[in-house]
């Protein structure tokens, strides 16, 4: 039961422009959403999270938005840079039992 | 503050034999998780301790892995005997425990390769 779901596996962006990752969820006992990122061997490194009490949580060039009730959320970078270049994955928590939910991931490429 | 370490890197097998990984997370962490992540899919849990007690291992493949955290620290995962599908990067996970919020640390992984 994949109750985290990344449509998008592959996603290619110029450098400078928006870069926009989506995820949708099934599960709305989701207290707050986190978004990771990896580089090739390397382990998952946290990037932005969001309360689902929240629509919107800005870090930098990180923003992610959350639609409680289409179930979605995305994250968008502005602007892009070839650094930028990841797997990145969202995930959902449930705190109560410390659980994470993992997307399948989408692989970004900025183009310089 | 270390981080996550996880061993060995790499290692490659032939199916049917045995492989194990250690794990230490980071010093205070009561939540450890151990996650298989095939490639081009997401990372699935298999095993989550809270201290040294198993709090979800339903997804644990337990024919053949399994898995301990003794005292409540570090945490070994073994497969036995392995079979081509386990060709995976073992990734361990700490937090500082349950209600805590915040977010998992994860450890470089442990890529395993069998053949």
């Known amino acids: 039961d994949q109750q985290v779901k990344q449509n998008s596996p592959s996603l290619s962006v110029q450098e400078g422009r928006i870069s926009i990752l989506n995820c949708d969820y099934t599960n709305s006992m989701f207290d707050y959403f986190l978004w990771y990122k990896k580089y090739p061997a390397e382990g998952p490194t946290f990037l932005i999270s969001i309360s689902s009490i929240k629509d919107k949580n800005e870090d930098g060039r990180f923003t992610v938005f959350l639609n409680k009730s289409a179930k979605h959320l995305s994250l968008h970078i502005v602007p892009s840079q070839p650094g930028d270049s990841a797997v990145y994955f969202c995930a959902g928590v449930v705190w109560t039992g410390n659980q994470f939910y993992f997307g399948t991931g989408t692989s970004l490429t900025v183009i310089p | 503050e270390a981080g996550v370490a996880q061993s060995p890197r790499y290692k490659i097998i032939e199916k049917r034999q045995s492989v194990a990984f250690w794990c230490n997370p980071i010093s205070g962490h009561a939540t450890l998780y151990w996650y298989q992540q095939i490639l081009g899919q997401g990372p699935k849990l298999l095993i989550q301790f809270q201290n040294n007690g198993v709090v979800d291992d339903s997804q644990l493949p337990k024919d053949r892995f399994s898995a301990e955290r003794l005292k409540g620290v570090d945490s070994t995962l073994k497969i036995q005997p392995a079979k081509l599908e386990d060709s995976a990067v073992y990734l361990c996970?700490?937090?500082?425990?349950?209600?805590?919020?915040?977010?998992?640390?994860f450890g470089e992984g442990s890529r395993l390769t069998v053949l």
């Open positions: 996970a700490s937090s500082p425990g349950q209600g805590a919020g915040g977010e998992l640390f």
